[in-house]
């Protein structure tokens, strides 16, 4: 089993930025596949990025390419997500999720853990 814990959400002006973290905690944080995913309100869960064992191997929606970056601290087991140039449009609940198997992907079922999620307000 594996826990996840998020923080770093929070209310934003647009063009600001926001860092979020993700603690795992449980297995070994190496061997996980980790990814970020947002819902907002009335809307389907989206992926927005993922990153393999090592950090080497990263992917992103279209949308967040060039904005955001995922990275990870296998030393203190997280996964961070740097958000920069945020928009009203990135206003959503930011989830980290973990899987074991080794592909980097970005479909929600394929992921085996889940946390809470943290709140993301972009205000216009």
């Known amino acids: 089993q594996v826990q996840l814990v998020e923080s770093g959400g929070g209310l934003v002006q647009t063009g600001g930025s926001l860092r979020l973290s993700c603690v795992a905690s449980g297995r070994t944080f190496s061997n996980l596949i980790m990814g970020w995913f947002r819902q907002a309100p009335g809307k389907e869960r989206e992926f927005v990025a993922a990153?393999?064992?090592?950090?080497?191997?990263?992917r992103y929606m279209d949308s967040v390419r060039g904005r955001f970056t995922i990275s990870r601290d296998n030393s203190k087991s997280t996964v961070y997500l740097q958000m920069d140039s945020l928009k009203p449009e990135d206003t959503a609940v930011y989830s980290c999720?973990?899987?074991?198997?080794?592909?980097?992907?970005?479909?929600?079922?394929?992921?085996?853990?889940w946390g809470q999620g943290t709140q993301v307000v972009v205000s216009s």
């Open positions: 999720a973990a899987r074991s198997d080794p592909a980097v992907t970005s479909a929600p079922g394929s992921y085996d853990y």
């Open positions: 990153i393999n064992w090592g950090g080497i191997s990263t």
